[in-house]
């Protein structure tokens, strides 16, 4: 079992900038594939970005060059920095763990950029 809590939510103006976080807890963070998605009302939820245990990443083309992921395993968290922030970003996003047939979600944290 892996329990996912994300923070760092919120309103921010276009252009602007947000660190969301992802802390795991309940068994070997380390082992498990973590990944952001996003899900826009009306909208099909979406991979944003990945990484894999061994640190390779993988990014929507809508966030190349805007957004990183990253994760401290010592920490048992994955982060994304959201920089260059646009309205189409807006979004509830949701962190992920998937390792082998399983995998986990967390609640989901709101993301608003507007002026």
């Known amino acids: 079992q892996l329990q996912l809590v994300e923070s760092g939510g919120g309103l921010v103006q276009p252009g602007g900038s947000l660190r969301l976080s992802c802390a795991a807890s309940g068994t070997i963070f380390s082992m498990y594939a973590m990944g952001w998605y996003r899900q826009a009302p009306g909208n099909q939820r979406e991979l944003v970005a990945a990484i894999t245990s061994y640190g390779a990443t993988h990014y929507a083309d809508s966030v190349k060059g805007r957004f990183t992921i990253s994760r401290d395993n010592a920490k048992n968290t994955v982060y994304l920095q959201m920089n260059s922030l646009k309205p189409e970003d807006t979004a509830v996003y949701y962190c992920?763990?998937?390792?082998?047939?399983?995998?986990?979600w967390g609640q989901g944290t709101q993301v608003t950029v507007s002026p």
């Open positions: 992920n763990a998937k390792r082998g047939s399983g995998q986990y």
